[in-house]
């Protein structure tokens, strides 16, 4: 049961005793009024039955009040914070600004995944940390929402005051932030963008970029705890909201980099099952809903003695057993063994979704993605990769929804637009690209890293005729596996850093997209050097640099 829940829960539980309460009173009330009204109240000397009336009111009284009591008691015990002790302090800590309790509840689920993935994680409000708390922790993850005019919720006060109002160097320390507010308000998450510009004044660096969450927006929560996921190292950790997926239909499957020395990469077509529009943007996210290797359903079943074909009852209608445990963590085999599929259905908890950028825009007539495979520890395929590169058969249904991404979104007017990247994060620029072009605005600049030119430049065609026909102004490419000496996408920035100044200085945005571990902090390092801490980072205030990094 989530916090939120239990609250409920227990504000229901007390409700219903005090109502039960106050119905008794009302009862009592209603006899001795009957009563007085035959026989008189003998207010000097009550008989009998008045003296136990008056006693069983006094008991009941006394009972609502001992468990109201106790009730909170235990809450408190439950919700009170963790004690901060040096000695046993954890290498992560997430701290919360709330006013509401929602940031609170977000944070707590957030501390929570940290230790079950077997992290030692602490948790704390904002507003009793300073700079040397946290300079003792490696990792920060920083769960805040905004009040008023763009605020910082009454706990953090004298954070805001005390720690972020002094220079303070914080080099070691990787940090995330979930920043919740509402759109309707002018100042839209105005206090997690103050905490990470201050945090990146600092020296700190972004584990990933900012989450913004607008109204408790679902998808944004899932998007955090996507990120939280890979942090802990953990794939299987269960979405706090669970997709709505719609059924689509995988139409097209092929290997985009034959030859590499990396992992295989594969392009990906779908199209909705239904046949209804495409309507997405360039930048937006699309989660799927992965399935289990049948292979390993079907060795599941044998194990737990279960028939696949057996009919089970969920929310949404009937299933098959085989069908349900394909979309579902497989608990231990030997757990199932003697009971009923029904009994079985009813513990199982959905697989955790993926997110892929989109590589496609609507007028090209399905959503593609570029899907690297992934290996897990002991060799097997990754749960998504596995399943939409290999598992999947051809015309396979896919479960998908399309979780809205403004923040890596275009801009709609005809400033120049730099594009950085590597890997699979070329399906995001190349959407930005073909929006950009059907738009007819064509100052476009691709830096772009991969292995081998030879076979790693996915959408090579497109970006070649691009290129030729004026589309794409300039594009550098960095082949890391082709020379002596390896050179990244970073290099090739930095080769250009005069280039670079002169497209920012008339108005030019940039976007970066692919890989969170290496190239996008040595990205994000060439760009401060070409421009300054203030002026890249008013850039990204103005929206003018923006990431979609994983």
Same mark, same amino acid.
């Not at 900012?210 to 929560?221: F, K, P, S």
């Not at 892929?356 to 399905?366: E, H, L, R, V």
């Given at each position: 049961?989530?916090?939120?829940?239990?609250?409920?829960?227990?504000?229901?539980?007390?409700?219903?005793?005090?109502?039960?309460?106050?119905?008794?009173?009302?009862?009592?009330?209603?006899?001795?009024?009957?009563?007085?009204?035959?026989?008189?109240?003998?207010?000097?000397?009550?008989?009998?039955?008045?003296?136990?009336?008056?006693?069983?009111?006094?008991?009941?009284?006394?009972?609502?009040?001992?468990?109201?009591?106790?009730?909170?008691?235990?809450?408190?015990?439950?919700?009170?914070?963790?004690?901060?002790?040096?000695?046993?302090?954890?290498?992560?800590?997430?701290?919360?600004?709330?006013?509401?309790?929602?940031?609170?509840?977000?944070?707590?689920?957030?501390?929570?995944?940290?230790?079950?993935?077997?992290?030692?994680?602490?948790?704390?409000?904002?507003?009793?940390?300073?700079?040397?708390?946290?300079?003792?922790?490696?990792?920060?993850?920083?769960?805040?929402?905004?009040?008023?005019?763009?605020?910082?919720?009454?706990?953090?006060?004298?954070?805001?005051?005390?720690?972020?109002?002094?220079?303070?160097?914080?080099?070691?320390?990787?940090?995330?932030?979930?920043?919740?507010?509402?759109?309707?308000?002018?100042?839209?998450?105005?206090?997690?963008?103050?905490?990470?510009?201050?945090?990146?004044?600092?020296?700190?660096?972004?584990?990933?970029?900012?989450?913004?969450?607008?109204?408790?927006?679902?998808?944004?929560?899932?998007?955090?705890?996507?990120?939280?996921?890979?942090?802990?190292?953990?794939?299987?950790?269960?979405?706090?909201?669970?997709?709505?997926?719609?059924?689509?239909?995988?139409?097209?499957?092929?290997?985009?980099?034959?030859?590499?020395?990396?992992?295989?990469?594969?392009?990906?077509?779908?199209?909705?099952?239904?046949?209804?529009?495409?309507?997405?943007?360039?930048?937006?996210?699309?989660?799927?809903?992965?399935?289990?290797?049948?292979?390993?359903?079907?060795?599941?079943?044998?194990?737990?003695?279960?028939?696949?074909?057996?009919?089970?009852?969920?929310?949404? &209608? $009937?299933?098959?057993? @085989?069908?349900? #445990?394909?979309?579902?963590?497989?608990?231990? *085999?030997?757990? !199932?063994? =003697? %009971?009923?599929?029904?009994?079985?259905?009813?513990?199982?908890?959905?697989?955790?979704?993926?997110?892929?950028?989109?590589?496609?825009?609507?007028?090209?007539?399905?959503?593609?993605?570029?899907?690297?495979?992934?290996?897990?520890?002991?060799?097997?395929?990754?749960?998504?990769?596995?399943?939409?590169?290999?598992?999947?058969?051809?015309?396979?249904?896919?479960?998908?929804?399309?979780?809205?991404?403004?923040?890596?979104?275009?801009?709609?007017?005809?400033?120049?637009?730099?594009?950085?990247?590597?890997?699979?994060?070329?399906?995001?620029?190349?959407?930005?690209?073909?929006?950009?072009?059907?738009?007819?605005?064509?100052?476009?600049?691709?830096?772009? &890293? $991969?292995?081998?030119? @030879?076979?790693? #430049?996915?959408?090579?065609?497109?970006?070649? *005729?691009?290129? !030729?026909? =004026? %589309?794409?102004?300039?594009?550098?490419?960095?082949?890391?596996?082709?020379?002596?000496?390896?050179?990244?996408?970073?290099?090739?920035?930095?080769?250009?850093?005069?280039?670079?100044?002169?497209?920012?200085?008339?108005?030019?945005?940039?976007?970066?997209?692919?890989?969170?571990?290496?190239?996008?902090?040595?990205?994000?390092?060439?760009?401060?050097?070409?421009?300054?801490?203030?002026?890249?980072?008013?850039?990204?205030?103005?929206?003018?640099?923006?990431?979609?990094?994983?």
């Amino acid at each position: 049961m989530t916090s939120s829940s239990a609250a409920r829960e227990r504000r229901f539980t007390l409700s219903w005793l005090g109502n039960a309460v106050a119905l008794l009173a009302l009862c009592a009330l209603a006899v001795v009024s009957a009563r007085t009204q035959v026989d008189g109240w003998h207010w000097i000397a009550p008989g009998r039955g008045q003296w136990w009336l008056a006693a069983a009111l006094v008991a009941a009284y006394v009972g609502f009040v001992a468990a109201v009591a106790t009730s909170r008691k235990r809450s408190a015990q439950r919700d009170a914070l963790p004690e901060l002790r040096a000695d046993q302090r954890g290498e992560w800590l997430v701290a919360f600004a709330s006013q509401t309790g929602f940031a609170e509840q977000l944070a707590r689920r957030s501390w929570q995944a940290l230790r079950d993935a077997g992290l030692r994680a602490d948790l704390a409000v904002l507003g009793t940390l300073d700079a040397a708390q946290l300079s003792q922790y490696r990792r920060v993850l920083f769960v805040v929402s905004t009040t008023g005019e763009g605020d910082a919720p009454d706990s953090a006060a004298a954070f805001v005051r005390k720690t972020m109002g002094a220079a303070t160097p914080l080099p070691q320390l990787g940090y995330g932030v979930l920043a919740l507010g509402d759109r309707e308000y002018a100042q839209y998450c105005a206090f997690g963008h103050r905490l990470d510009h201050w945090l990146r004044h600092a020296g700190a660096q972004p584990l990933f970029d900012l989450v913004e969450v607008d109204n408790g927006e679902a998808g944004a929560l899932r998007h955090w705890q996507h990120h939280l996921g890979l942090l802990a190292g953990r794939t299987d950790l269960p979405d706090w909201s669970a997709p709505t997926y719609a059924p689509w239909r995988l139409s097209e499957r092929r290997v985009s980099n034959p030859g590499s020395a990396g992992a295989a990469a594969f392009d990906l077509a779908l199209l909705p099952a239904d046949g209804s529009a495409l309507q997405w943007r360039a930048g937006d996210i699309a989660e799927i809903g992965p399935r289990n290797p049948p292979d390993e359903v079907a060795q599941w079943l044998a194990a737990a003695g279960l028939d696949g074909a057996a009919r089970v009852r969920r929310d949404d &209608g $009937e299933i098959a057993l @085989a069908d349900l #445990l394909a979309r579902s963590r497989l608990p231990v *085999a030997t757990d !199932a063994r =003697g %009971r009923g599929a029904q009994a079985v259905a009813d513990e199982l908890a959905a697989l955790p979704h993926r997110e892929y950028s989109i590589a496609s825009i609507p007028t090209d007539g399905a959503l593609r993605l570029l899907v690297r495979q992934m290996r897990r520890d002991d060799g097997r395929l990754g749960l998504g990769s596995g399943w939409l590169t290999e598992y999947a058969g051809d015309g396979a249904a896919i479960d998908l929804r399309i979780r809205s991404n403004p923040s890596f979104h275009a801009p709609t007017d005809a400033r120049p637009l730099i594009l950085i990247g590597n890997g699979t994060g070329l399906a995001g620029l190349r959407a930005l690209l073909r929006e950009r072009i059907d738009a007819g605005h064509h100052r476009n600049w691709l830096l772009f &890293g $991969e292995r081998n030119a @030879a076979c790693d #430049l996915h959408y090579r065609d497109d970006l070649d *005729a691009w290129l !030729a026909d =004026g %589309r794409i102004e300039r594009s550098d490419y960095a082949f890391s596996r082709d020379g002596a000496q390896r050179v990244y996408v970073q290099d090739r920035l930095r080769e250009r850093i005069g280039e670079i100044r002169e497209w920012i200085a008339v108005g030019a945005a940039v976007y970066v997209c692919g890989s969170l571990e290496g190239m996008a902090p040595a990205v994000d390092t060439v760009l401060r050097e070409a421009l300054g801490d203030d002026a890249l980072e008013t850039m990204a205030a103005d929206g003018r640099y923006r990431r979609d990094v994983y």
